[in-house]
């Protein structure tokens, strides 16, 4: 016999004449099933109080990591995405009493999208407490996949100045140092008061200036200055 499908209501009328007093024989050949079939609607309703067995519930162990818990991780990196795994760790054992290793960890973030990428560093105005020094060079961070992890940090600078040198292929001719960036005018008193002093006219040694493209070494000014000098 091929299996088929046999509706509720069938399986309801072979259970109430057995119930009225028909023998499993005569109503395994009136309705064309076997008795095991019959043995078997006979257990379920039963058991459940009805022909159909219900669906069974989810079976396989509970997660760690409920939706919930992991909403509040996604907050987390989302307002500081280089929190480390271990930090991660102890707030959910803390604020969350969720025990799970750093494996555990790192693959149910991963499922959930959270990857691990290369922080971008944006500026901000306000001026707050710096991380802890171990956290200076960290450049990765997690966000969810095709978002980047951005963290807020203030961009310091120290005092910087620049040193502008003319030298030849046998000795350094005159230096100068100023604090900061060295605009044109700085460039320009910086050649005329020292370089061309130390230059020949030419073609003598030492005649030729050699320059490389930055905006402040080519001024008409300049030029005039030098090619009156003769370098």
Request: hydrophobic content about 40%.
């Amino acid at each position: 016999m091929v299996d088929h499908h046999i509706s509720s209501d069938l399986k309801d009328h072979t259970l109430f004449l057995w119930e009225a007093g028909w023998s499993p024989k005569d109503i395994c050949y009136a309705f064309n099933v076997s008795p095991c079939s019959l043995y078997r609607w006979c257990a379920i309703f039963e058991e459940f109080g009805t022909v159909t067995k219900p669906l069974s519930p989810l079976c396989g162990r509970d997660r760690i990591i409920s939706l919930r818990v992991l909403d509040a991780a996604k907050e987390i990196f989302f307002h500081d995405p280089s929190v480390m795994l271990d930090e991660l760790q102890w707030h959910l054992a803390i604020h969350q009493d969720v025990a799970i290793s750093i494996s555990a960890l790192q693959a149910t973030l991963v499922r959930a999208g959270l990857t691990c990428k290369m922080m971008q560093k944006i500026a901000k105005e306000r001026n707050e407490a710096g991380r802890d020094d171990y956290k200076a060079c960290i450049h990765y961070g997690r966000s969810l996949i095709g978002q980047p992890a951005v963290y807020s940090h203030q961009f310091v600078r120290n005092n910087c100045y620049t040193n502008t040198t003319a030298m030849s292929v046998q000795r350094y001719i005159v230096m100068c140092i100023v604090e900061g960036s060295m605009d044109a005018f700085e460039f320009f008193y910086f050649i005329v008061k020292n370089v061309i002093p130390e230059m020949n006219l030419y073609p003598d040694v030492q005649s030729v200036r050699v320059l490389d493209n930055c905006r402040i070494h080519h001024t008409d000014l300049l030029q005039e200055v030098l090619n009156e000098n003769g370098v």
